[in-house]
C-alpha cells in the first residue's frame, strides 16, 4: 500500500526484536470478546485513479459558485484568492509542520502568527489579536465567557443583528455553562433599542456590524451605554474585507472584537475550514482564550518568536483554563495573512471599495423592480430586500435558472417571520453582466408570478 | 519572636506578632522556574486555612498557592506584582506574597518547623 | 541563565556568530517582518479601480490609516518561502510527537479538497446545488461510524477539544432529559488525561474528580467503582491511554459507569493504535471524539485546522447537535434547527469542516479496510520495535512491557547526569530530529512519549533508534555540551521564554524615534 513503507521482512525482523510471535500478541490487552476477527465492512483500498474517479464524480454533483452568478453571504463570502496564496500554504513546510512547540525548530510558524496577530490588531483597530480561533461563530462564544470571567457577571446581551447561527452557538454554550443568554428579536431595519437591554448584571452586549441583515451600525454610543453599567462591548463581523471600508470596532471603543477572516486568503469550502479573528485590550489578554505569539530573544541575542502566556491554556491550567482550545486555524490564518500582504493597504482599500460599488449597483437594480424594496440604508456589500412573494420560493426559482440569488432568511431563521426577506452579498466576483441578469430574471419571476 | 512555619505544599508563614506573612519557599521557586506573574488576591478578602489565596505563574506551569492560616489578608506585595523575578531571588525576604492577620494562632501548631521541612524535603529528593 | 542554569539571553552584547556580512548562512536565511519590509502602498494584487458611485457608507466610512504593509508578489513569495525554510516538517523528517500521530498527509488529498465543487461551494447554496457535498459527508459518517460500531456521528465539531465539548454537551443533554442534570456534575478523570479534558468538564459546569491508574499504569475497575456515586455524570478515559497502554479493564469499567447510571466519554485522540483491531462502540462507549487531523492524515497546517467528529451510541444519538444529514441515496438534506428535535443546540456555524472531510475521505478509501487495520498494526509495531531498542538504556515508567502506538519513558535514567529531559529533547534537534512528546502524560516525571506511526520506513525508524542510543550513551557517559548548549546548529537558539511572558510583547510596533 503506498502510504504504508513496511514489507513482510521488514515486519518479521522487528517482531523478532520485540520478542512477539505475531502482531496480535501485541494487542492482547484487547479483551479477547471484543477483538475484531473479521475484516471492517468497507470496501479495498482504492488507487489514486479509483479515488479520483470516484470523488470527481461527487464533486460534479454540486454547482461549483464560480459557475454562476452568484449573490450569497450571510457569513461566508466568495472572493478572489491570487494563485500565490494557495501555493505558499501548500509549502511542506508550512503544511506538514506541528503546533510551534519547539521554537527553535518553528521560527517560520512562529514568525508568521506574529504578522498575523498584527495585521488582525491593526484590521479590527484594536491593541492585541491571538493567532486564531476556529471560526467566528466560536470566537464570539468565547468572547462573551471572556467578558464573564473581566466583569464576573454572567449575562451576555444578544443584538438582533447578530448572525443566528452565532447566537445558537452562544446560547449553545452559554445554556450549558449555567449562563444567560438574553437574545433580542431579529432586527433587519436596525432599529432596536439594546442600551434599554443592559442592566447592572450584563457582562457584555454583542453587537454585529455590517450586520446579518447587511445593516452598518454605529457601536460608540452602544459601546458608552455599556460601559456607563459596568459592561462591555463585544464588536462582531463576519465580512473581514468590509474593515478595508468602513470603521473598525476599536475605533468605537469595543472591548473585545471578534468576526470571521473566511473572506481573506480562504475558500468557501462548504462551510470549514474558516478562521476565527479574536482581537482585545492588551490590559485584558489574560483573560484572553486561544494561543498568542511574541517576541523575544535566543541565546545569541537574535530577535526570535515563541508562543507565550500559555498558561491560560489548557495544557498548563487545565480546569483552571481560559477555554478548552487546543488547535488554533494555522494554515487558515496563514493563508488570510498571505492574501493580506499581497493586498497591503492600498490593495485592500480598493477590494472594498469594488465590493461596496458591486452591491450599490445591484441594489439600485433592485429599486427599479415593481413590489422589492431595499430595506438597507447604509450597507458594504450586502444588503436585505423585502419581496412581495415567499422568498425560499423565489430562491429555488432562480437557482432553477442558474442564478444564486442570495439567503431567504427563513432557512436560518424558519419561524421569525420573515419569509419575504432575501440577504443578498455583491463581491468583486460578481460582474455587471451578472448583476444585470440577476435583477432581470428576478422581475420576470415576479411578473409572472412564479410560472416557469 | 520570629518562627517560619512550613507546609506541605510549600508555602510559608513567617509569624510576626499576629500577623503572618506568606509565601513560596525557596525549593518551591526553583521547582517552578522564573516566576512571570502573580495573581495576588485583593486586600481585605478573609481566607480560610487551604483556601487558594494566589497563583504563581512561571513560563511551563501555574501553582496555586493555599492559604496556610486563616484570617483577612491585610497587605499584598506590589513589588512581585512589578518584578515577579523577586520571588526567584528572594522568595524567603523580598519576594512574600501577602499578610495575613491570624485568626486562629493555634493552627501553626499543624505547619512544619523549619526542621521537620527541610527533613521533609529530604524525603522528596 | 534561568533558573536551571541553561543559556537563553545573550551574555552581553549581540554576537555576529555567524560571520557574514547578512547574518544568513548560505540557505539558511534570517528574514524581517512584512512590517519592515513593506509599505503601506505597495501590492502584489491588481485590482481596476470602481466607476464613480454614490457611497452608502454614510458616517461609518473608515478614513484613518490601517498600518497594512503590502509587498508585490516577487517579494511576498520569498518572504514566506525563507520563512517556511525556518520550519521542521513531516515532508522532512521522523515527528516522534506522542499523542499526535504525525503520519504523511498524503498529496491526493491536497488535489481532491481542491476540486471546485468541493471547494468553491457556499454552505448556504439551495440545497439541490449541493448534493454532491453532503454526499461525500454521509459516505465520511458512514465510514466512521463502521470503523467504530457506533450508532451516530456528529460532524460539526472544528477540532479535538471542540469534540470533546460536543460529546460532553451530548451528555450533560441526555442527563438533563432525565432531569439529572443538576444532580450529577462530577467528571472522573484519570491524572494521565490530557488537559484538553478537565478544561472542557469545567467549560459546562462539571466538576472533576481524580481517579488513580494502578501500578500497572491503567485503570482498573475498583478504582472506577470506588469513585462512582450519584453525583457522577461521566467519566472521561482515553483509549488508548496518554501512557500509550489498551485500557484493559475498559469493559468492566463501561458496565460500572452504565450500571452506575453514568456515561463514558472516551478520548479518541489514540484511535490510531485500533483500527480494525476492535471497536469503542463494543468497549461499552457511550461519545468519542475523533482527530481527523490525526488518525486520517489531515495536514497538521503549523496548528490547525483541525476536525473533531464526535460518534455516539444509541442513548446518545438523539441528542447530537445540529445540523445532521436526512434523508437517503439522491435527497439528501441538512436537518438544521434543532426546536422539535432533542438535540442540545449548535457547536458552530454551518455544517462542519468540509475541507478536512474530503481529505480524510480519500484517506480511508485510499487504505480501505484492510489498509487502515494495517496501518494500526505497524503503528503499534513501530512503536514496540522503539521501546524494544532503547529500554536497556532509558527507563519506562511501567518497566518492560508492550506498549500501544506510543512509546512512555521517564527521566530516571538521566538522574545522575544532571541533565533533564528537555536537554535531551533539545539535542534531538541538533542530530535533525524533531523531539518526542516532553512533560506530557504527568504521571511520568520528566516524560518522554514516542510515537513514530507507521508512514516510517524501517531505514528511518533503524536511524532514529540509533540516534537516540547515541544521545543516550552520550547522557550516561558524561557528555554534557552537547546538551545543554543544544540545539546550536537550528536556526535558534533556547529562546528567553521568560522575557516573553514578563514583558509580553504581541505585536509589531513602529518603534519610537530615540
Redesign the interface.
Known sequence: MRYLPLDAADRAQMLARVGAPDIDALFADIPAAKRLNRPLDLPGGMSEIEVERRLTRMAARNVAAGSVPFFLGAGAYRHHVPATVDHLIQRSEFLTSYTPYQPEIAQGTLQVLFEFQTQVAALTGMEVANASMYDGSTACAEAILMAHRLTRRRKAVLSGGLHPQYSDVAATLGGMADEEIVRLPLDPHASEDIAAAIDDETSCVVVQSPDFFGNLRDLEPIAAAAHAKGALLVAVFTEAVSLGAVRSPGEMAADIAVGEGQSIGNALNFGGPYVGLFATRLKNVRQAPGRLAGETVDADGRRSFVLTLSTREQHIRREKATSNICTNSGLCALAFSIHLTLLGEAGLRRLAALNHAAAVDLAGRFGAIPGVDVLTEAFFNEFTIRTPRPAAALIDELAARGIVGGLPVSRLAPNAGLDDLIVVAATETSTPDDRRSYAETLAQLLQTGGKR | MTETRYTKDHEYARVEGDVAVVGISDHAQQQLGDVVFVELPAVGVKLAKGDGAAVVESVKAASDVFAPVSGEVIEVNGAVDAQPGLINEDAMGRGWLLKIKLADAGELASLMSEADYAAFLKTLA | M???GR????SG???T?RGTFTGNRALDM??A???ET????????D?????P??????????S????????T?PE??R???R??????????GL?P?GS?T?K???R?N???A?????????????I??????L??ID?LAQ?LL??TGMSAVAMSP?????G??CGM?TI?AALAARGEDKTRTVVLVPDSA???N????????L??RAVPAEADGVVSAEAVEAALAPDVAAIMLTNPNTCG??E?N??EIADAVHAAGAYFYCDGANFNA?M????PG??GVDAMHINL?KTFST?????????GPVVLSARLAPFA??PSIVGTGDALSLA??H?GRQA?????????????F?RA??Y????????????S??A???A??V???LIDLMSAPFGDR?C?HEALFDDRWLKDTGLTTLDF??AM?DEGY??MTV??PLVAHGAMLIEPT?????A??DLFIMTLRDLAMGALGGERERFVAA?VH?????????????Q?????AKPTPA
Not at chain 3, 484613518?64 to 509587498?71: C, E, M, S, T, V
Not at chain 3, 472544528?158 to 471542540?162: D, E, M, P
Not at chain 3, 480494525?276 to 471497536?279: A, M, V
Open positions: 534561568n533558573n536551571q543559556p537563553t539571553r545573550p552584547g549581540e554576537t556568530r534570517e528574514e517582518l512584512i512590517f513593506g509599505r503601506l502602498d505597495a501590492t502584489g494584487v485590482l481596476e479601480a470602481p466607476a458611485f454614490a457611497s452608502k457608507l454614510g458616517a461609518h466610512a473608515r484613518a490609516a490601517i498600518g497594512l504593509p503590502g509587498l508578489e511576498a513569495v518572504h514566506y518561502v520563512l517556511s525554510r525556518n520550519n521542521y516538517a513531516i515532508d522532512a515527528y510527537l499526535c504525525m504523511h498527509n498524503p491526493l491536497e488535489k481532491m481542491r476540486l471546485p465543487g468541493f471547494a468553491d461551494l457556499h454552505p448556504l447554496q439551495p439541490s446545488t449541493v448534493q454532491g457535498a454526499e461525500l459516505a465510514a463502521t470503523l472544528k477540532a479535538g477539544a471542540h470533546e465539548l454537551m450533560k490530557h488537559g484538553t478537565p478544561a472542557t468538564a469545567a467549560l459546562i459546569g466538576s472533576v497502554l489498551f484493559r475498559i469493559v485500533v480494525g483491531k476492535t471497536r463494543d468497549l487531523h495536514p497538521h497546517g503549523g496548528g490547525g485546522p483541525g476536525a447537535p445540529a438544521e434547527h426546536e442540545f443546540g449548535r457547536m458552530s456555524a454551518f455544517h462542519g469542516q468540509m475541507g478536512m474530503v475521505l480519500a480511508i478509501l485510499s487504505h480501505g479496510g484492510d489498509g487502515l487495520r494495517q496501518a498494526e505497524d503499534v509495531l513501530s514496540n520495535y521501546r524494544a531498542s508492550p500501544m529533547a533539545k534537534i524533531h523531539p512533560y506530557f507507521e508512514s516510517e520506513s524501517k528511518s525508524l540545539p537550528a536556526p535558534r537558539r533556547r529562546l528567553d521564554e521568560t522575557r516573553a511572558a514578563r509580553p510583547t504581541l505585536r509589531w
